[in-house]
């Protein structure tokens, strides 16, 4: 089970939007793992409904929330909105650090899908919702994550933050992919998390979704509905955006792809 000590676990999942999230956090309800009393799918919140910046936490406050959980049972935590200091997480043997890769472009794909479907943006093609001021649409959104350096206004990357997110990478307990060609993720998961009974939970899919459907008719977005039944992809030219997020695609390839030696070799 990795580092996390045998009488408490805490999860820690680094959620990247759009890549099985809400799947993994469902399932880790549905395997009886205990959330934060308040909570946005798995991201703490506090009484007053706030998500807790836990990405400004220093490292006193940091262990401090750690110790909240692990006095309150909590054995599962998310953060979405921001990246928390990977390094005071991973030096804590409660903590077992997770997170889950998506190809970088099904995942604009389907963060553009998901957001004109469910009303959040009126961009009808890729590039427009690429061109707006969203963090989940950043160029190489999986750098920004692990060098954190993704809050607005956002910062120019360069190759330092580049090996600092494959550094911070390394400090995690599992890291899950939902390319086949990586892993077998169901098994992936029951043998790093012990989780099983993914086949049985909400996967949070675009499509399919009810609420969509009467949200957009009470709207009288029908032209928007009636492509939402025909199960339009509005993100059908996100081919285009690939050079965006080079970086990420050389990250999930020195993770996942690359031997283990020559990722060594580029950190040192």
């Avoid at 339009?232 to 080079?246: C, I, M, P, Q, T």
Wanted: with cysteine; aromatic share 12%; net charge negative.
């Amino acid at each position: 089970m990795g580092r996390g000590s045998e009488e408490y676990r805490l999860v820690w999942f680094q959620h990247l939007h759009k890549s099985a999230g809400t799947l993994l956090v469902n399932l880790a309800l549905s395997n009886g793992e205990v959330l934060y009393r308040n909570h946005a799918n798995g991201n703490p919140k506090d009484e007053g409904g706030n998500i807790l910046p836990l990405w400004e936490y220093d490292s006193e406050k940091l262990v401090s929330f750690i110790d909240k959980c692990h006095a309150d049972g909590v054995t599962f935590v998310a953060t979405e909105h921001g990246s928390p200091d990977f390094s005071i997480l991973a030096d804590d043997p409660r903590v077992f650090l997770i997170t889950c890769l998506r190809d970088p472009l099904k995942r604009c794909a389907s963060n553009h899908n998901y957001a004109y479907y469910s009303g959040y943006s009126d961009a009808s093609t890729i590039r427009e919702f690429a061109a707006e001021p969203n963090v989940h649409m950043s160029d190489d959104y999986y750098v920004r994550i692990f060098s954190r350096k993704e809050q607005l206004p956002l910062a120019e990357l360069d190759e330092e933050d580049y090996t600092i997110a494959l550094d911070n990478l390394s400090k995690f307990d599992l890291i899950l992919s939902t390319n086949s060609e990586h892993m077998d993720l169901p098994n992936s998961i029951e043998m790093g998390l012990g989780w099983t009974g993914i086949e049985k939970v909400d996967r949070h899919s675009t499509f399919g979704d009810g609420w969509r459907v009467l949200n957009m008719f009470r709207r009288l977005q029908f032209g928007r509905l009636f492509s939402y039944l025909c199960r339009k992809d509005v993100a059908s030219g996100v081919a285009s955006l690939e050079a965006k997020y080079e970086r990420d695609y050389w990250l999930m390839s020195d993770i996942f792809d690359r031997p283990q030696e020559a990722t060594k070799e580029k950190l040192v």
